[in-house]
């Protein structure tokens, strides 16, 4: 009996805290979409979408009317980068799923006006009715930490079905 309590007390502790404090972010436009915001993130609404923050790293998703082809959008922000970044150069690129679509995606390193080395994600994606894009960033020296919770937030977007 003692042991079975023990087991039901590990087991209970264990799925408390996983992730306990974890939320789940609800868009307010229409359509709507929702994120994962995960403990010690912040998420901020804005006319664009929102920005889901923590202190060394950020996962911003704009929507916008239309359907640009995901890889179009891409080849639009990359200049932004080459600009504005010292040292920028493409770490890779390719396909990718997101929000259960065909997706884009680039990934990017440099020194922002920050001064802080960095490294950006950009993931594109239309449902024909609405285009998204993701921009994840962190400081290259938290990439290690920062990455697994930034795939997560990337892995939960979830827009509404096209009408």
Do not use: C, H
Request: glycine residues 10%; charged residues 20%.
């Amino acid at each position: 009996m003692q042991r079975r309590l023990w087991m039901l007390l590990a087991i209970v502790g264990f799925f408390g805290n996983a992730q306990a404090a974890d939320s789940t972010y609800r868009d307010p436009r229409q359509p709507s979409f929702t994120l994962l915001v995960p403990e010690g993130w912040t998420a901020e609404p804005n006319d664009q979408g929102v920005m889901l923050r923590r202190d060394d790293g950020y996962f911003m998703l704009r929507v916008s009317g239309g359907a640009t082809p995901p890889g179009a959008m891409l080849v639009q922000l990359r200049p932004q980068f080459e600009r504005q970044w010292k040292g920028f150069r493409e770490l890779e690129a390719g396909r990718v799923a997101f929000g259960g679509q065909d997706g884009a995606y680039a990934v990017y390193a440099g020194v922002p006006p920050s001064g802080i080395e960095s490294i950006a994600r950009i993931v594109a994606m239309t449902n024909g009715r609405l285009s998204y894009v993701a921009f994840q960033g962190m400081e290259a020296a938290k990439a290690p930490q920062r990455k697994a919770e930034l795939s997560r937030i990337e892995r939960s977007f979830a827009p509404d079905a096209a009408r």
